[in-house]
């Protein structure tokens, strides 16, 4: 989904559910915690694989972060939008938020399909780490937000089809 049309749900829904903010506020705030844990994890691996690789992940196709609603409304409770975030590189595939170091969004607010999927690269480096274990339980945490997060946004739906972002 584009980011246009995101903001344009972001906007609707807090102009409709006002109360609601606050409760976006503090699941980002969890959201936070969670990232930033699963960013120690991964950093010191992706520093060593990532700029050797063939097939880099943020330069597979051309969009505006791997954005879903949910993790989207997460990022705008505690961020302006992203719009003038988005970079000019020129790469005919690349995600409009890849900067010449990486990913430009903040390091504890990406889209969840951005954190919660590894490739097989860096799923061998965290088996190889011992970290998959540790890695696993911050998935699962993001997991119960995301569900939190769907009965906010969708309070009318009483089941939780699929979180949001999941990994295959
Ligand atoms: S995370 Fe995996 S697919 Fe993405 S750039 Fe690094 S090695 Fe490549
Ligand atoms: S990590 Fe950042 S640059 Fe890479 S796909 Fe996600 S939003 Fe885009």
Known sequence: MGLELLEERYQAFIEKNPACREQLRILSG???LIQLNM????DGITVGVCPACAASCCQCMPVDGWFTEGDYFIFRACNEAPFNLRVDHGLPNGCSFLGPAGCVLPPDCRPFP?????CETVSRELERCGAQDAFTNLYEALDR???QLWHIIHPETAQHPAA???AA
């Not at 960013?39 to 991964?42: F, K, Q, V």
């Not at 951005?114 to 590894?118: A, H, R, T, Y």
């Open 30 to 32: 969890y959201n936070s």
């Open 39 to 42: 960013r120690a994890l991964l």
């Open 114 to 118: 951005c954190v919660k999927v590894n």
């Open 145 to 147: 937000l995301q569900e």
């Open 164 to 166: 949001e972002g999941s």
